[in-house]
RNA sequence: GGCCCUGUCGUCUAGAGGCCUAGGACACGGCCCUUUCAAGGCCGCGACACGGGUUCGAAUCCCGUCAGGGUCACCA
């Protein structure tokens, strides 16, 4: 295997597509990405689909990470030939062969059970267990094979000290012989295990640089044990601190589950519903859904989880957001979550925090990584998120709005074009969310009869004080029509004058109108609101408000 | 438990022996602005885990303690 030349950055992003991709992961290809870009001609972003475990890999999950990976702008290199480890088990097979011939890998015949055993007396004499060559005799061989026993192949590690600089914590990480075993290199199914197919593969890819979880640092070893054997280069070393929610815990992919699931049991509990009626509703089977509900091992796919959340009234706000799919749902901008995320763990130094791509760029270096763990702060990603929605021209962020509503099917802004899309992001200036703007606005798409008003903001609104507000929606009812000119501009003036000549504030006068429009008391800028809707609508709302919701 | 890594405000971090009575951002508290929700402006609160060294001098170097994390798979 030829050395790259010294100048290329070849980096990878190799995911397992057992999933949705998640921050952490989105974090790791941020960091190999930045470092490839940083090379500029010279660096090359790789992908590949770790697709061995054949049991938990799945197609849908390799789309689904592609479109997340896009999403983010993340985009790969190798677009024409991405890898998949699954479809090149002939290369690693004849690896493997090579290796047995040598006698620098054999086969094992131990059964998992019978692993297990071992490594439960060892831990009783309180030894580490380490797995090293048994000399079987011929006729032990014989015999195994004969039985059509399963076995695995194993890599006879060289017994000896192992050492590689880590480029993020900066220092060399050692592995002592007494902790030296020999792995396994392929299953009992055929298929090369994760250290097997990784090295192969980085080497054949030319992978120059590799930043990996940190879960991956005693791993390293293995890879440069067989890279050794094999003779591929050794590429560079870096692994990276850990991402943790803010209350220390874990940020597994599994914590909505979790807490739906948790929802789901008080649900149970305080309505009586059976678990049979509640699954109904949501149309999962029975079965299946009692299954989940008692083991937490269990995990409701998308769908699922949406379907059961609306029957027992759970919404997206009350869940972690974990994925990278769950921030384009809520309606983050990609470029927002990126630059959160480099900030957790990298600093380009000083008191630089917010850049765009470009810049990050520029200014990244392995160097410049944390070697501590961070924790997830939902907190100050959202303040990076309002930020880059106030920063940026509305028409730029079209594109962005877009992506949010193909994963949002059910908003009636779908309805919206381009340009009305542009007028409600600058009317909600300010915005956090996409997500925002979105239920924000929804009033301005649909009919003027299939607005709901909210009870609470009609008593409070309209009803109280002597029903002040019916009064001055009637009295803005015989005043509005007279307005031709219907431009926020003109009704503000025209609403300003009844005002004056009532002796009324603005707010008294502005929520009643908003209560009649949109149904409650949030929305965009009243005035704005109103030229948006037209004049027919906004005076059909008003009498309907006044006939059906007051009475 | 063994091995490995880490430890600056609540959170993310700046800091590579004197520039530090430790800087920024987010969060939080107060005030202002305001037609709702936001956004915005100003002010404030707030940290070098602990104990020993080394040094004229330590957040920065060394040792120990404690705490947190990773890993001990035919999963990646």
Known sequence: MPAASADTVVTRFAPS???????????????????ARHAGGAGKFLLRIEDTDLARSTEQATLQLLDDLRWLGLHWDNAADLVYQ???????DAIIESLVQRNLAYRAYETPEELDLLRKAAEREKRQFVYRRRDLSAEQVKQFEGEGRPHVVRFAMPVKEYRFHDEVLGKEIVLGPDEVQDFVIKKADGMPTYHFAVVVDDAEMRVTHILRGQEHTKNTFLHIALQEALGYPRPTYGHLPIIMNLDGSKMGKRDRDKKI??????????????????????SVAVSHFEEWLNNASKQLDLPEQSALMHVIGMTESDLPEILVHDFRRNGYFPDALLNFLALLGWSPGGDRERMTMTEMTELFSVAGIGKSNA??????????????????????????FRAYLEVNP?????????????KLLEMKKGFR??????????????????????????????????RQGVTVLQELGDVLPNITDWRHETIEKIVQQYCDQKQLGLGKVAQPL?????????????????DFLGRESTL????????????
């Open 17 to 35: 597509p057992t999933g949705y991709l998640h921050v952490g992961g989105a974090r790791t290809a941020l960091f190999s990405w930045l470092l």
């Open 86 to 92: 699954s479809r090149r088990k002939h290369v690693y």
């Open 261 to 282: 699931r948790a929802a789901t049991q008080l649900h149970l509990k305080n309505t009586r519903q059976s678990p049979s009626d509640v699954a109904a509703a949501a």
């Open 375 to 400: 924790k997830f702060d939902r907190a100050k990603l959202l303040a990076f998120n309002t930020q880059h929605g106030e920063a940026t021209p509305a028409p730029q962020l079209v594109p962005a």
């Open 410 to 422: 059910d908003s009636p802004l779908q309805r919206a074009s381009d340009d009305q899309l542009v």
């Open 433 to 466: 969310l996409l997500r925002e703007v979105d239920e924000a606005s929804r009033f301005l798409f649909v009919a003027d009869d299939q607005i709901n008003y909210d009870p609470d903001a009609v008593e409070k609104v309209l009803r109280k004080n002597d």
């Open 514 to 530: 908003r209560v009649a429009i949109s149904g409650g008391t949030v929305s965009p800028p009243i005035f704005q609101s109103l």
């Open 540 to 551: 059909a709302r008003i009498d309907r408000c006044l006939g059906t919701a007051v009475y």
